[in-house]
């Protein structure tokens, strides 16, 4: 049991290690995490530093707020897209987008099997239906030295 003034970093460290510790035990050597909460996380288990992701970043103050808004902020140098700066994300595939934890849970599964995934988004008051590609990164992902630092902040 933590201690009740336990602040959100600290928080945020274990369940960055537990995530960290529990990829490694099940042998993989990469993971990411989505931070749902100040005490709830998601995480993502990797066997190489490359990963399948939209590639897109999102207005962290729109997603902070309730109910929260998926509004793209950058396609960070993204060549082949769908998908424009300020659009909001409102659905992928038939799930709509409630968290980061669970949009990175549609991407991570649906991109096993293929290379495209289906966005519903506004653009300019418009609701559109895209095929947006998905795109491999080669960074962005924890490693086994990242977790030797989670470790080290908490003894």
């Known amino acids: 049991m933590l201690p009740s003034d336990t602040s959100k970093?600290?928080?945020?460290i274990y369940g960055w290690r537990a995530i960290g510790e529990e990829c490694l035990s099940r042998g993989f050597e990469f993971f990411d995490i989505s931070d749902e909460s100040p005490i709830q996380f998601v995480g993502f288990c990797y066997s190489t530093n490359e990963r399948k992701a939209l590639a897109i970043t999102f207005r962290k103050n729109e997603l902070q707020q309730t109910p929260?808004?998926?509004?793209?902020?950058?396609l960070n140098n993204k060549s082949a897209t769908n998908v424009r700066i300020k659009d909001e994300l409102l659905a992928i595939g038939?799930?709509?987008?409630?968290?980061?934890?669970?949009l990175k849970s549609v991407v991570f599964g649906v991109t096993q099997k293929s290379n495209s995934?289906?966005?519903s988004l506004l653009r300019n008051g418009k609701l559109l239906e895209v095929n947006e590609p998905i795109a491999l990164?080669?960074?962005g992902v924890l490693g086994k030295s990242d977790l030797e630092n989670l470790r080290r902040e908490i003894k």
Do not use: A, W
């Open 9 to 12: 970093n600290t928080l945020k």
């Open 117 to 119: 995934i289906p966005v």
């Open 137 to 139: 990164l080669k960074s």
């Open 94 to 102: 038939d799930q709509k987008l409630i968290s980061m934890g669970q």
């Open 68 to 74: 929260r808004k998926f509004i793209v902020e950058d």
